[in-house]
């Protein structure tokens, strides 16, 4: 039997500034598992510097910011979502696995083989 | 005001091999254009070897060529794209098409900002 996968990948820009992918969420899901910007670079095996440049362009981009860095603290501080970031994330993911429900539906349709 | 645009890019794979994305079908446009494998290469700014694996690895995922060679004639010969060659790519191009205008549906409705 001949199978036919599709896949795709979604990103989302604002004011024709880039915003959101599939890695700048898995930095904000990787940040919110480990409450530290470096900790999620380690993880991502991204440096930090490219970490905070991302975490640093959703802010700006964003209506109000998605991370926000704790000072202080008995553990001396780190980074945490907003509620605002928890809900992208949440929005992002449903968008890509609609996104992925309705192609493998199309393709079934279109023929393509 | 705020915009937000999605973009997404889309591609197919056969039996886990890589059949059809939008690199690819650009190359049968070109071809189907000059109807040489050699010219589409230089107009997409790919070399020859490329563009003839490319095809070959279409061709051969296919369940009938894409592109076929045709030999002699007053040209020499050349390279033109199969009835269904043609087929593929207003396929794969409404395919993406409808994929684009879901997004973009989708996004107004789950309130990314």
């Not at 989302?12 to 898995?26: A, D, E, T, W």
């Not at 975490?55 to 998605?66: C, D, K, R």
């Amino acid at each position: 039997m001949q199978e036919i996968q599709v896949e795709n990948r979604v990103w989302i820009q604002k004011n024709g500034k880039p915003f959101l992918g599939s890695g700048r969420i898995s930095l904000l899901e990787e940040i919110n598992k480990y409450g530290s910007i470096s900790k999620a670079a380690t993880h991502l095996k991204m440096s930090y510097k490219r970490a905070w440049e991302l975490v640093e362009s959703m802010n700006s981009v964003a209506e109000t910011p998605l991370v926000i860095k704790e000072t202080g603290g008995k553990n001396g501080g780190g980074s945490n979502l907003t509620e605002k970031g928890k809900l992208i994330i949440n929005q992002f993911r449903k968008l890509e696995e609609k996104s992925r429900i309705y192609l493998a539906d199309e393709i079934k349709k279109c023929c393509i083989s």
